[in-house]
């Protein structure tokens, strides 16, 4: 997949309009995270259940008390609106370590 011409918002709506794009939020509503245009990503289907079984594994260990961080972090090809990998890091500020899975999107 080469997503390096959906440059604008207007693109990828239009390929999310045609269910050949979902999205998603980058910093979860249950973490924390605003539902706002900034916090909204626009990938390819299967993407987002990617990430909200990454965000289940870290939802579990907050309830453990061994997560107390969470940063997600998109990174992009060119001037593609639509993120290449999401780089997560999930850790306990007191300890060192932590998770650090990244999603490869294309």
Not at 17 to 39: R, T, V
Not at 46 to 52: L, Q, R, V, Y
Not at 87 to 99: N, P, V, W
């Amino acid at each position: 997949m080469d997503f390096s011409q959906v440059d604008s918002l207007e693109k990828a709506q239009a390929l999310y309009s045609a269910e050949k794009l979902e999205w998603l939020y980058l910093f979860p509503l249950e973490f924390g995270g605003q539902e706002i245009p900034q916090n909204v990503l626009y990938v390819p289907p299967g993407i987002p259940a990617i990430k909200e079984r990454i965000d289940g594994m870290i939802r579990d260990l907050v309830k453990q008390g061994q997560v107390t961080k969470y940063t997600a972090v998109p990174e992009y090809k060119g001037n593609s609106f639509v993120p290449s990998k999401i780089k997560i890091t999930a850790s306990h500020h007191e300890k060192a370590g932590g998770l650090n899975p990244v999603i490869e999107i294309w």
